[in-house]
């Protein structure tokens, strides 16, 4: 569905000598398998809720902390739904940011505004912008969906001394920030442990490293600190989550637009 | 030693030949380490505290490296829509320009509106389908009213706009992306150009900046240095009426220059725009080592030597003069090392081993090619130019009485113009009119505003900061102080997108175009805006990380270092006294270069009598004669007063190349006083009066001394073809003290010395006390 504006980036891209980006997966479907038992393999966790610090640093290492809770549903056949509150800094204390992810459309946003008690919706063509300020886009946070990205496999490789494949994921959308990103997802339990952000010029922007991965309900994988690097001005961001909680119980009424002004 | 070493070379010239050959290519062999940097950082040091501001600043800011293209299309209307497609076309592509950051330019401009009871944050020019003549009113209506562009990216009447990109290089081969932005941004601008021929696109910003000056450079080394060799050749051939001698001459000169060059890139130096010119400065002064020794063995041949014995004699009676002469010539380089910036201190240190190198390989080498060449016995230099010096002697006497004075009044006016010099540094000008660069600046000032920027960068005291209202009122004020100043043509401030916020949130009612009254309604307005920006264009220009401290941009008109200077110092005590509490920093590299102006001539005046003292004890040491010595302070002095004097006639401004001139002529120009008070003083020691002295000093090295300055004058007019100012009127300077200095040694120097050097007359001279101090 998204082949028109693809073959148009891809025409751009060759016209201006950059011919990296495959039209066609040449690797007999490979990655899209990979990505597919990835997604299979995180289904059903149903909702949870975590705390996360999130701890920014400019090239010379001087930080600034952030605090923020997330609450996040999952929704079968469609992207997830997630509600994040802002705790720290203090003067945008109970700013909530709520996300709904769509599968072949853009995602719908809204962010509510304590201090003057409104709800107002952001456009989605902001989705490579970044997250409070962080090296982190709204698109490195959504939901990982199928449709977003056309996959192809690389070439195994060793990471942390697990067997991995490494992936190009060539997003789909026009909004995006990215011409290509490169995953290292773990063979046994389809961790990503690494991912490369590579912007519009194919220059490497960034890297993204999960580390201390955590096995919930025996089944599901999250990563309990996720350090972006931004190779370009030397800044980084780290996330460090403090507790997940599965199985709160929460319901979409949880994520509507109403629910905005309750959350605390 | 000398001895030893000069039969040897005459025994086995070919010997002498491979020995010092192996030696000048090992020195030469460095020059694989040598590489160029164009980049404005080599004028300052890493302990400058400019630099190291202006660090701090890119650090906790975005940079702000920058390449600049303005459109102005023939019609005058840059919101046609075809220019506008223009504009957008040259935006979207220009994120591909190698180590770009983020590209702005009003059809990105990330236009704000209330919609529907929503924040609508949108490109001004989203789609090309978008775009006909209502939708192009539009954007002119929005851009010409929105004070973040007007001056900055389009100008007021709308005739010309601007594409930013704002690079952050690697700094790993800064000269080679300096290249590689300017080449892509180049490549897509010819593009566009042959594309729509009605548009004009001009280049500025840093990295053009920064691509001037390697440009320059690189323009320096292909016409200048080439052509500096050819004159040298003409000279020599003139002056030494023998190819073959003069051939000797370039290959002292060749393995001087490829030595100099070798032993800077085992230095670990590099090439500059202020040093490529070193091959030029050292031809200039090696030369006159070789043609003396030349002269001399010509002369002794013509007295029937034998060529050895000739060749021997004249190594004697040059070796001191030569060294003396090259040696302080290198002390005046050395002073440069007092130099505020780094690549003049590279300068005179190249410059100073470079003139002693030559000493040496004259030394060295040039017995052994003497003796394996076939040389000429020059020509008797015709009687009649000897009588001309004669003449000239004796007009000096006669008027000797009139020369003073008048030379006193001259030298107190210039020495009163001298004052009357203005310290100014701009890098702009630092580029000859003639060049693309200085073209497309003027223009860019001319008709978008001031090019020259200075960033103040004004700390809360607390994270979060940025949001109370008191300190944005402080930020809006500071700003609109700004705006009072004539020299301000646009000021870029974060108080302006408080106001439209707080109008957009309250359904764009123009009475909401004011700054929000509370810190977390500020707060939250912000990050509802932040968080609506797509890549690459977010706040981290205008606000750090934890939003302590907001950066205030103001572009200025094109100012003189001074008037640059007295507007920081204004923007400065307007902070101190309405808001103490708030620390502020000021930088730009346009401040940088209008401190080191100031700084660096600060430290040059102090040097310059350190030059001085050591010049003047080396006189006095190579003249055997304290009362000598001291009189030939004054005419190494003067002719520096009486060019400065002269250069506020012709410019009045000094910058960073003129700066040095003091220190560097003096070495040079000492050289005409030592060979004429040598001769004096060898004709009074001999029993002589004053003016028998005077009349065998002008006869015997007038004539050379004319010679020399013609060499020098012309090597140092070379530079004067420089495009870059620094070279070019360090050139002019140089040449003209060079000149002066020739007129008052010829001149005033002999009537001083008939005035004050009179009370010895008979033949006891030699013996009074005050002569004899030999050390």
């Known amino acids: 569905m998204f082949n028109r504006k693809m073959m148009g980036t891809a025409l751009l891209c060759c016209s201006l000598g950059f011919t990296s980006l495959p039209l066609l997966a040449d690797d007999g479907g490979k990655g899209l398998t990979i990505a597919q038992e990835r997604k299979q393999r995180d289904e059903g966790w149903a909702d949870s809720e975590s705390k996360t610090t999130m701890v920014l640093r400019n090239a010379q290492g001087a930080e600034s902390k952030r605090e923020i809770r997330t609450l996040s549903l999952e929704i079968k056949d469609e992207g997830d739904k997630g509600l994040t509150i802002f705790d720290e800094p203090k003067d945008v204390r109970g700013t909530a940011f709520l996300n709904h992810s769509h599968v072949g459309k853009p995602d719908d946003q809204w962010l509510y505004l304590p201090a003057v008690k409104r709800v107002k919706r952001i456009a989605s063509r902001n989705k490579s912008g970044p997250f409070m300020g962080s090296e982190f886009a709204y698109e490195d946070l959504s939901s990982f969906e199928l449709e977003k990205f056309k996959f192809n496999y690389l070439r195994d490789e060793t990471m942390q001394d697990l067997p991995v494949f490494v992936v190009e994921q060539t997003p789909t959308d026009e909004f995006t920030g990215y011409s290509k990103t490169i995953a290292w997802i773990d063979q046994k339990d389809y961790k990503v442990l690494k991912v490369e952000y590579y912007d519009k010029k194919n220059a490497l922007l960034k890297t993204l490293q999960m580390l201390d991965y955590q096995l919930y309900l025996n089944k599901f994988w999250r990563p309990l600190k996720l350090s972006m690097v931004n190779h370009q001005t030397g800044k980084s961001t780290d996330l460090l989550v403090h507790e997940i909680q599965f199985g709160k119980g929460r319901t979409e009424a949880d994520f509507d637009t109403n629910a905005l002004m309750r959350a605390k | ?775």
């Open chain 2, 1 to 775: 030693m000398k001895e030893f070493w000069l039969t040897g070379a005459l025994r086995h010239p070919y010997w002498t030949l491979a020995w010092v050959l192996a030696l000048a290519f090992a020195m030469a062999f460095g020059a694989k380490n040598l590489y160029f940097r164009g980049d404005f950082r080599i004028f300052f040091s890493p302990e400058n505290p400019q630099m190291q501001t202006f660090d701090k600043m890119q650090a906790r800011f975005n940079k702000s490296d920058n390449m600049l293209v303005a459109i102005t299309p023939a019609s005058g209307d840059v919101f046609d829509p075809k220019v506008l497609a223009v504009v957008k076309e040259l935006t979207d592509a220009a994120w591909q320009t190698p180590h770009s950051l983020r590209v702005d330019s009003i059809t990105n401009f990330q236009h704000t509106a209330a919609v529907d009871d929503d924040l609508q944050v949108e490109d001004l020019l989203l789609e090309l389908s978008q775009l006909d003549a209502a939708k192009a009113a539009n954007i002119k209506a929005i851009a010409l009213a929105e004070p973040a562009l007007v001056g900055r990216l389009v100008s007021h009447d709308g005739s010309m706009t601007a594409i930013n990109i704002t690079v952050q290089l690697p700094e790993k081969d800064q000269n080679q992306e300096v290249s590689d932005v300017y080449n892509s941004v180049r490549a897509l601008t010819d593009r566009l150009a042959a594309a729509h021929p009605d548009l004009t696109f001009y280049h500025g910003g840093v990295i053009a900046l920064n691509n001037a000056f390697s440009t320059e450079a690189k323009n320096d080394v292909e016409s200048l240095v080439p052509l500096m060799f050819v004159v040298i050749v003409l000279m020599l051939g003139y002056m030494l009426r023998s190819a073959l001698a003069a051939t000797a001459v370039v290959i002292i000169i060749v393995l001087t220059i490829i030595a100099t060059l070798g032993l800077a890139g085992w230095a670990g130096l590099f090439l500059s725009t202020a040093t490529v010119n070193v091959p030029t400065i050292v031809m200039t002064l090696a030369v006159a080592d070789s043609v003396h020794l030349i002269a001399s063995t010509q002369f002794l041949l013509r007295e029937g030597l034998t060529k050895p014995e000739a060749i021997k004699k004249a190594v004697r009676i040059n070796t001191m003069p030569v060294l003396i002469t090259s040696v302080t010539t290198a002390v005046g380089f050395l002073t440069l090392n007092f130099s505020e910036v780094p690549i003049l201190r590279d300068l005179g240190n190249m410059t100073a081993v470079g003139v002693m190198l030559a000493w040496m390989f004259t030394m060295l080498l040039l017995p052994a090619l003497l003796m394996v060449f076939p040389i000429s016995h020059g020509y008797a230099e015709p009687t009649d130019k000897a009588t001309q010096m004669d003449r000239l002697a004796d007009w000096v006497i006669r008027h000797h009485k009139a020369i003073l004075p008048l030379t006193a009044v001259i030298t107190l006016a210039s020495g009163w113009l001298m004052l009357q010099n203005k310290v100014n540094d701009e890098a702009v000008k630092y580029f000859a009119p003639a060049t693309e660069y200085r073209q497309s600046v003027d223009v860019l000032e001319q008709k978008l505003g001031g090019v020259s920027l200075i960033d103040f960068a004004i700390d809360s005291g607390q994270p979060s900061g940025v949001n109370d209202p008191v300190f944005i009122k402080a930020i809006a004020e500071f700003a609109l102080y700004l705006q009072t100043l004539p020299e301000v043509t646009h000021v870029s401030t974060i108080s302006d997108v408080f106001k439209r916020l707080n109008k957009n949130m309250n359904g764009d009612d123009p009475a909401f175009y004011r700054l929000p009254e509370q810190q977390d309604e500020a707060a939250q307005y912000l990050l509802m805006f932040e968080m609506s920006l797509p890549f690459g264009l977010d706040l981290n220009n205008q606000l750090d990380l934890d939003k302590q401290a907001t950066k205030v941009s103001v572009a200025l008109k094109n100012l003189g270092s001074t008037q640059m200077l007295a507007l920081e110092q204004k923007a400065r005590s307007w902070m101190a006294e309405h808001y103490p509490q708030y620390a502020m920093e000021a930088s730009s590299t346009a401040l940088m270069f209008a401190h080191i102006g100031e700084r660096n001539m600060t430290s040059m005046i102090q040097s310059l009598p350190l030059a001085m003292f050591i010049i003047s004890a080396l006189l006095v040491l190579s003249l055997k004669s304290w009362r000598l010595g001291l009189i030939s302070l004054i005419p190494n002095l003067v002719p520096a007063v009486i060019g400065f004097g002269l250069w506020k006639l012709w410019s009045g401004e000094i910058n960073l190349g003129l700066s040095v001139v003091a220190s560097m002529s003096l070495g040079i120009i000492v050289d005409d006083t030592v060979h004429f008070l040598a001769k004096y003083k060898i004709a009074r020691d001999e029993g002589r009066d004053t003016e028998q002295a005077i009349r065998y000093a002008f006869h015997s090295v007038g004539h050379a001394l004319l010679i020399t300055t013609v060499v020098l004058v012309f090597g140092f007019s070379v530079l004067i073809l420089s495009n870059f100012r620094l070279n070019s009127d360090m050139g002019l300077l140089t040449g003209m003290i060079i000149v002066v200095a020739l007129i008052i040694d010829l001149l005033f120097l002999p009537a001083f010395l008939l005035q004050f050097d009179r009370s010895k007359k008979t033949a006891a001279a030699s013996t009074t006390s005050g002569e004899k101090h030999h050390v």
